[in-house]
């Protein structure tokens, strides 16, 4: 299953890398976020990894992601290493106009065959919702 | 010729003799894994679970979980807390659930021993402690699961602290697990610990009680050995600061009861009504 939101951002893409690329704003922008731990030390470069847990129906649903992208001002990207399969992105291009454009994309599929499809489905629209919701949270983070 | 004391012996012996011996490498992280998201449709829809506090237990290492259990046979906050477990910490975390000697033996149950089920006795407790793993416990067991619907806020183990014994033997913090919500899967009328004497079933298969309830879709049932259809009822799970075993039995289990029955009364408090919370 794959949701995709975006929105656009008054700010320059390198003063939404600054947030988007600091593991410490996580849980003040991502929505639902129910767990957001460490598991490597460091900064953040690709081959990091933390645990991140969404709360998305009745439990926390995530694992630990490992950064598998880290171009700055450009793309950062991840894939679950355990828990459920995941892969993300935040892609960050100039909108033209002195403004940027942030794309946020989550994959994710469960296992279980038939049911882990409709569980997919299901869960496809809080999944939406906690994404633009993320993204509203990270367009007042940088503007204010 | 047989005298009814040798019948029941015969019996007894035929119960426990069907009774799995505990194996934890039966255990299926794999299984476990492709049976989530059909617990999670049914946890998230049908009963609109909400479990809060994952992040107090302990984040390795053994550690026994103690719950107040309620739903009789069909218990939706084993369920939903086993799915709770498994998704935050990982299915491969092990993680066992002791249950009555009949669920581990009930023909069709066989699964259950993939997600780490297995017959509640000490030695089987003691042995997945020592594994190092999570062990879920519901000291009340079937005395408390079958409680009368109107008693359903109230935790009562039936005077069971075997448990504490546990925990200081293996070494191991105690972490209560309070919910609520589960006792109105259907409407229990009566433990039935009359009817399990007068049939002698709590000598020949440890069975304390045979409930009397109101249920889908079969109306009065008797004995919850029948497959019926739970009402979808809110389960509320709160997981709550783990317990040292360091006093004596009798103050850790007055602990653990208070800290149970104060959880229990924080999530009843918040449902206005009975099954649709």
């Known amino acids: 299953?794959?949701?995709?939101?975006?929105?656009?951002?008054?700010?320059?893409?390198?003063?939404?890398?600054?947030?988007?690329?600091?593991?410490?704003?996580?849980?003040?922008?991502?929505?639902?976020?129910?767990?957001?731990?460490?598991?490597?030390?460091?900064?953040?470069?690709?081959?990091?990894?933390?645990?991140?847990?969404?709360?998305?129906?009745?439990?926390?649903?995530?694992?630990v992601v490992e950064v598998s992208e880290f171009d700055p001002a450009h793309d950062l990207?991840?894939?679950?290493?355990?828990?459920?399969?995941?892969r993300g992105?935040?892609?960050?291009?100039?909108?033209?106009?002195?403004?940027?454009?942030?794309?946020?994309?989550?994959?994710?599929?469960?296992?279980?065959?038939?049911?882990?499809?409709?569980?997919?489905?299901?869960?496809?629209?809080?999944?939406?919702?906690?994404?633009?919701?993320?993204?509203?949270?990270l367009k007042k983070t940088v503007e204010t | 010729m047989a005298g009814i004391s040798d019948v029941l012996d015969w019996t007894k012996h035929q119960v426990a003799s069907r009774v799995p011996k505990a194996d934890l490498d039966q255990r299926d992280p794999d299984y476990i894994r492709e049976q989530l998201p059909g617990l999670w449709l049914l946890a998230s829809l049908y009963f609109r679970a909400d479990v809060r506090g994952l992040d107090r237990i302990p984040r390795d290492g053994p550690v026994l979980l103690v719950g107040n259990h309620s739903g009789g046979n069909l218990p939706p906050d084993t369920f939903v807390f086993t799915l709770a477990f498994c998704s935050y910490f990982g299915v491969e975390r092990p993680f066992y659930q002791l249950a009555h000697n009949l669920v581990?033996?009930?023909?069709?149950?066989?699964?259950?021993?993939?997600?780490?089920t297995v017959a509640a006795n000490h030695?089987?407790?003691m042995l997945a402690l020592e594994s190092g793993a999570a062990l879920l416990v519901y000291p009340g067991g079937d005395y408390e699961v079958f409680r009368p619907s109107w008693e359903r806020h109230e935790v009562d183990f039936g005077g069971r602290k075997g448990y504490v014994k546990l925990a200081r033997e293996a070494g191991v913090p105690i972490v209560p697990v309070a919910s609520v919500g589960g006792q109105e899967a259907a409407l229990f009328l009566d433990r039935g610990q009359w009817l399990a004497k007068l049939l002698m079933v709590d000598k020949l298969a440890r069975l304390k009680s045979v409930p009397i309830l109101l249920a889908p879709p079969w109306g009065l049932v008797v004995s919850d050995m029948v497959p019926r259809l739970p009402l979808p009822t809110k389960i509320a799970i709160e997981v709550q600061e783990p317990i040292g075993v360091d006093g004596d039995d009798d103050?850790?289990?007055?602990?653990?009861?208070?800290?149970?029955?104060?959880?229990?009364?924080?999530?009843?408090?918040?449902?206005?009504?009975?099954?649709?919370?």
């Not at chain 1, 990207?77 to 995941?86: E, R, T």
């Open chain 1, 1 to 63: 299953m794959r949701v995709q939101r975006h929105c656009v951002i008054d700010a320059d893409r390198d003063t939404v890398w600054k947030t988007v690329s600091n593991p410490d704003c996580y849980p003040e922008f991502m929505a639902s976020l129910e767990r957001w731990e460490h598991v490597t030390e460091g900064e953040a470069n690709k081959g990091a990894r933390y645990t991140v847990h969404w709360k998305i129906g009745s439990v926390p649903i995530g694992g």
């Open chain 1, 77 to 86: 990207a991840w894939i679950g290493v355990s828990g459920v399969s995941l």
């Open chain 1, 89 to 137: 992105r935040f892609r960050i291009r100039d909108n033209g106009d002195g403004r940027t454009k942030v794309v946020f994309r989550l994959a994710y599929e469960s296992a279980g065959n038939l049911l882990g499809l409709i569980a997919d489905r299901v869960a496809a629209r809080q999944v939406g919702r906690n994404m633009t919701e993320t993204l509203k949270n």
């Open chain 2, 104 to 116: 581990v033996s009930m023909p069709g149950l066989g699964s259950l021993r993939k997600f780490g």
């Open chain 2, 123 to 125: 030695d089987n407790a």
């Open chain 2, 251 to 277: 103050v850790v289990h007055k602990q653990v009861m208070e800290s149970l029955q104060a959880g229990v009364d924080r999530l009843a408090a918040e449902r206005r009504f009975p099954v649709i919370g």
